[in-house]
């Protein structure tokens, strides 16, 4: 079976989405975790994107070994600056300046759900970019019972008291971010490869992540021990192979029908934040979830 083949069979595009789901959602618990042993507090925004730019300009260089072991070629491609520096800004740069602030100033359940918004995102950027891929009836309910479970999130301290502030609304215009940089990555992916483009672009915006968090906090301000390390690895492991992964589906399939799997993630998310950080499990928690996961089926069904 070629590639073009198992990324648009059913099975496959599960398969895929699946490990991809996974793979995103253990990133709230391990970023949490390594907040905690490289002591990185809320306040301190110049070490949070610094640590993201770590874990990035590590994940692109995975991404250009792949690349040279399978292609045997990471020769920049004359005339793809444009776009790897638009897709790179948007999906990598942008997105983890706000992610990694607003995951410090909330909970990996929290932040789990509210993630989840990113397929309502690509649900109402589609309407406006693609004809085949319209709002509906069906969609708008979607649209409002997920954004409803975003809201609910904000009060998972176990009472109805809202509270969107700083870490909640950076972690939702996080997930936009996202969005707009993954069918930015669609459209682009039409005319270079998968890998190269997730490469580069990861490779560019984490530059930029690593020089506006150096310019407050110095390019050396941790103290690694080997667990904190092998965290970082693994970090920049999960997003090398999942952005690879989920571009690569983004090129061969709709965007609708790539995102209806995106709902993994919260309840991943959540399962292993309360696994890993022993964060309460209460009845808002599993409200909020269960709105944001029957949204995103919901707006993703294929009308019969």
Known sequence: MNTEKFFTHRA??????????????????????????????PEEVYEQILFAG???FLASLMLAAFLAIKERRIAFTKGSLP????????????????????????????????????????????????????????????LLLGFAGVILASSTKGALRFSFGLGELALLISAFSNSLGGILAKNRASTMGTVY?????????????????????????????????????????????????????LKYNKVGKVSMYFFLVPVFGVLLSAMMLHETLHGIVFAAL???VIGIIVVNQEKS
């Open 12 to 41: 496959g595009i599960i398969a895929v989405a699946v490990v991809v789901c996974f793979l995103w959602g253990s990133a709230f618990p391990f970023i949490k975790l390594s907040y905690g042993l490289l002591d990185i507090r």
């Open 54 to 56: 770590y874990r990035f």
């Open 83 to 142: 776009a790897l520096l638009q897709v790179g800004f948007f999906q990598t740069t942008l997105q983890y300046v706000l992610f990694y602030i607003g995951l410090s100033y909330s909970t990996g359940i929290q932040g789990s759900i509210i993630t989840g918004s990113g397929t309502f995102f690509s649900i109402i950027l589609a309407h406006y970019m693609y004809s085949n891929d319209r709002m509906s009836k069906r969609r708008l309910v979607g």
């Open 197 to 249: 483009l997730t490469s580069y672009q990861m490779m560019l915006g984490s530059i930029v992540l690593l020089v506006l968090g150096a310019s407050g906090a110095g390019w050396k301000p941790f103290h690694f021990t080997g667990l904190s390390l092998l965290y970082l690895i693994y970090l920049a492991f999960l997003s090398a192979a999942g952005f690879a992964l989920w571009n690569t589906l």
């Open 290 to 292: 269960l709105f944001v």
